[in-house]
T-cell receptor
Framework: DTGVSQDPRHKITKRGQNVTFRCDPI?????LYWYRQTLGQGPEFLTY????????KSRLLSDRFSAERPKGSFSTLEIQRTEQGDSAMYLC??????????????FGPGTRLTVL | DAKTTQPNSMESNEEEPVHLPCNHS???????IHWYRQLPSQGPEYVIH???SNVNNRMASLAIAEDRKSSTLILHRATLRDAAVYYC??????????FGPGTRLSVLP
């Protein structure tokens, strides 16, 4: 168990550029979640997958945001035409629907995005 | 999703017990209560969860009120490493998505 990893850890981009983040969940976990967190706030849910199926998306998730989990393992989160308001920490978490401790979410260290 | 309310901040002395309260008056009968904590510059980590009965694990205890409208996370002996933001999250098992701003716990030496 190597934990949830995210790449990159930091990303600085200019307004209008596209960015893509990657999340590698704990290997046996079938659920994967994306959250966004701004300073002083709790994590805000964006979307989640069970295996490769995207089961829920937040109403707050604009159409500039897209997430994929093509093989039910790693996931990518893409933000198109970034805006300064997209500056935040993007957190990924994974969980398992079976076994002991099922659906306990394990979080990665996050990707900090700064949009200039 | 059940909305939760927590105090913005709390202070404790090292090696003393800490009781962190959470109100979740809109919780449904099948919603679990999860607690996570977030240390500075890290992602949140799971602490404990429960449905109706009080729960204990190596990190903490969770006391759930009989009417399930509130719960309390208990750290039996606070250490400096317990200084973090603690989140109480309510929702159906596996769908505990709504995090509030949490309680910032300071532990004084």
């Amino acid at each position: 168990d190597t934990g949830v990893s995210q790449d990159p850890r930091h990303k600085i981009t200019k307004r209008g550029q596209n960015v893509t983040f990657r999340c590698d969940p704990i290997s046996e976990h079938n659920r994967l979640y994306w959250y966004r967190q701004t300073l002083g706030q709790g994590p805000e849910f964006l979307t989640y997958f069970q295996n490769e199926a995207q089961l829920e998306k937040s109403r707050l998730l604009s159409d500039r945001f897209s997430a994929e989990r093509p093989k039910g393992s790693f996931s990518t989160l893409e933000i198109q035409r970034t805006e300064q308001g997209d500056s935040a920490m993007y957190l990924c978490a994974s969980s398992s629907t079976g076994g002991r401790g099922r659906d306990t979410q394990y979080f990665g260290p996050g990707t900090r995005l700064t949009v200039l | 999703d059940a909305k939760t309310t927590q105090p913005n901040s709390m202070e404790s002395n090292e090696e003393e017990p800490v009781h962190l309260p959470c109100n979740h008056s809109t919780i449904s009968g099948t919603d679990y209560i999860h607690w996570y904590r977030q240390l500075p510059s890290q992602g949140p980590e799971y602490v404990i969860h429960g449905l109706t009965s009080n729960v204990n694990n190596r990190m903490a205890s969770l006391a759930i009120a009989e009417d399930r409208k509130s719960s309390t996370l208990i750290l039996h002996r606070a250490t400096l490493r317990d200084a973090a933001v603690y989140y109480c999250v309510g929702g159906p098992y596996g769908q505990n998505f709504v995090f509030g701003p949490g309680t910032r716990l300071s532990v004084l030496p």
